[in-house]
């Protein structure tokens, strides 16, 4: 796994952008980098991350069949194209630039973010240059005063409530469906939206509700709970 992200980051100026297929001779590697990331062992997890910003696949081949790639054995050139660099890596993120808070508040979300470990990861994240999103508990937005699971069954389904802190541009969106579900994320807000099919009781059918961001949430399955 030590050599798969070494070449990633070495060969970062022939591969990014691009699909990568990594042949190994250790088969229990393909399996795991097949799974979602929280079902990966702990100290792979860290590695794994690293790899996220490529489109890579891992197949697995006995030792005896993997030759050496002539590529490989070639030094990359020493100058860049920076501007090439910069479209390459230039990132649409839909994420709300207006806080519905006062400047108070704000501050003192930032504080408390500070120094709460779960948010703290996905600033980390952010700032190293990789996406996040994932669930977490009401009971831990430390300061963030979304809507609460009661209050929001007063109102239709597919409701929303969300909070994004500027400086960080860390969001936190919470949507009702049977139940709260609370998301935080450092590259998307309430868009990317779609709709979803729910059982209405009172109707007796199913009907079509609109949803924030969940289904870039299930792509993953991960989450910080």
Not at 79 to 95: F, G, K, P, W
Not at 127 to 150: P, S, V
Not at 199 to 219: F, G, H, L, Q
Request: proline share 4%; glycine share 4%.
């Amino acid at each position: 796994m030590y050599a798969i992200v070494y070449g990633l980051k070495h060969f970062h100026h022939y591969i990014y952008g691009r699909k990568v297929m990594v042949t190994t001779n250790h088969r229990p590697l393909e399996t795991i980098l097949s799974k979602p990331l929280h079902q990966a062992p702990t100290r792979l997890q860290r590695m794994m991350i690293q790899t996220l910003p490529y489109d890579l696949e891992v197949i697995y081949s006995p030792g005896s069949d993997i030759p050496v790639a002539d590529a490989l054995s070639r030094l990359h050139l020493p100058n860049t194209d920076l501007q090439m660099q910069r479209d390459i890596e230039a990132y649409v993120h839909s994420v709300m630039k207006t806080l519905p808070v006062s400047d108070s508040k704000l501050r003192k979300i930032r504080q408390l973010t500070e120094h709460d470990k779960q948010l703290n990861l996905v600033v980390h994240l952010k700032e190293i240059g990789y996406d996040w999103i994932g669930t977490i508990r009401q009971n831990r937005l430390l300061g963030c005063e979304l809507m609460e699971g009661k209050e929001m069954k007063r109102f239709c389904m597919g409701n929303v409530d969300w909070r994004v802190e500027k400086s960080t541009e860390v969001c936190l969106v919470c949507w009702y469906d049977n139940k709260a579900v609370t998301l935080v994320s450092n590259y998307v807000a309430v868009e990317p939206k779609d709709t979803c099919r729910h059982w209405d009781s009172s109707e007796k059918k199913y009907v079509e509700i609109e949803r924030p961001a969940i289904k870039e949430y299930n792509k993953y399955m991960g989450g910080v709970d």
